[in-house]
């Protein structure tokens, strides 16, 4: 199984926006669970947001209301909208195939004060 590939991260400042994507292998991806998943420095991985294949989305309390989950099916893509976002969420970003338990090798997202 081909893990899945991540982009989109870089440097912002807070308050401002990224959009994170992640491309997964596998034809049968309209029905997998995708989740989002982030390590700040000296920290533990924590799950972020986790979209189910009937594309429920739910999220960590810390970022309810400023992070979108989404897929699109035809492109094999998951995505994280991160809005109005703070120096606490600076962290390397890992998308993650629930199906095949795969992680992609992250993305560095960095929130400058």
């Known amino acids: 199984q081909v893990q899945p590939v991540e982009s989109g991260g870089g440097l912002v400042q807070a308050g401002g926006s990224l959009r994170l994507s992640c491309i997964a292998s596998g034809s049968l991806f309209r029905i997998k669970s995708m989740s989002w998943h982030r390590q700040a420095p000296g920290k533990q991985r924590e799950l972020v947001a986790v979209?189910?294949?009937?594309?429920?989305?739910s999220y960590v309390d810390s970022v309810k209301g400023r992070f979108t989950i989404s897929k699109d099916n035809a492109k094999n893509t998951v995505f994280l909208q991160m809005n109005s976002l703070k120096p606490e969420d600076t962290g390397v970003y890992y998308c993650?195939?629930?199906?095949?338990?795969?992680w992609g090798q992250g993305t560095q997202v960095t929130v400058s004060s």
């Open positions: 979209i189910t294949g009937g594309d429920s989305a």
């Open positions: 993650r195939d629930n199906a095949y338990n795969t």
